[in-house]
């Protein structure tokens, strides 16, 4: 069946690590996107790329780094920059511009 | 700067009745417009879809108005069923921009609870 996998589902991190969040998709779809959900604010872009070796910043990419090496996966890192990292993370993907967004099932993110 | 909002934080049904929710967006030139249910710890996933050029789309029992003078669109839940329950997004996009890719607006949710 072709989808998102997010990993891990949850993760956990010191103060000072920075730590790295995977999304793999296998619907050969071009753009992939990094939202964070945190309660009452809905979802905010962090980051997205249109295609291979490229990508933009969203809304809030302040602390956040992201690279897209292979059309397959476009992974996220949490740096010791992003001073409150604790939420629900969503990586997405879209084959074209007008269609609709596919998510994966998210990771939790939690600062220890 | 809330692009797209979502005024009501929560809403309650009966069973079998309609449920209506709402979403407002400021910037003219949005053009697409997606609706999304979500339960706890899981992805989004898309309901229904509707284009500037329509006011109506309909799927089943759900169907997305839009009223693009006022700059607002509603979902539409008729039959509200218990297994409806879940927070839904609203977002919005600019696909003309021509360099966004589509990339979506989102409000900030609405949790729906359809009691039996």
């Known amino acids: 069946d072709g989808g998102i996998t997010q990993s891990p589902k949850y993760l956990f991190r010191k103060e000072g690590q920075n730590v790295t969040l995977s999304c793999e998709q296998n619907?050969?779809?071009?753009?992939m996107y990094w939202y964070r959900q945190d309660p009452g604010q809905g979802l905010r872009l962090i980051y997205y790329?249109?295609?291979?070796?490229?990508?933009q910043k969203g809304d809030i990419a302040e602390g956040y780094s992201v690279s897209r090496e292979k059309k397959e996966s476009f992974p996220l890192t949490v740096t010791s920059a992003q001073k409150n990292p604790t939420a629900f993370y969503l990586c997405?993907?879209?084959?074209?511009?007008?269609?609709?967004?596919?998510f994966g099932s998210g990771t939790q993110l939690s600062v220890l | 700067d809330q692009q797209v909002k979502q005024n009501s934080p929560s809403l309650s049904v009966q069973e079998g009745r309609i449920s209506i929710l709402n979403c407002d967006y400021t910037?003219?030139?949005?053009?697409?417009f997606l609706w999304y249910k979500k339960y706890p710890a899981e992805g989004p996933t898309f309901l229904i879809s509707?284009?500037?050029?329509?006011d109506k789309n309909e799927d089943g029992r759900f169907t997305v108005f839009l009223n693009k003078s006022a700059k607002h669109l509603s979902l539409h839940i008729v039959p509200s069923q218990p297994g409806d329950s879940a927070v839904y997004f609203c977002?919005?996009?600019?696909?003309?921009?021509?360099?966004?890719?589509?990339?979506?607006?989102f409000g900030q949710g609405t949790i729906l609870t359809v009691h039996p």
């Open positions: 997405a993907s879209k084959r074209a511009p007008n269609e609709k967004l596919f």
């Open positions: 619907l050969n779809h071009d753009a």
């Open positions: 790329s249109q295609i291979v070796n490229d990508f």
């Open positions: 910037n003219s030139m949005f053009d697409y």
């Open positions: 509707i284009s500037s050029i329509k």
């Open positions: 977002a919005a996009s600019d696909l003309s921009g021509g360099t966004s890719y589509g990339k979506l607006t």
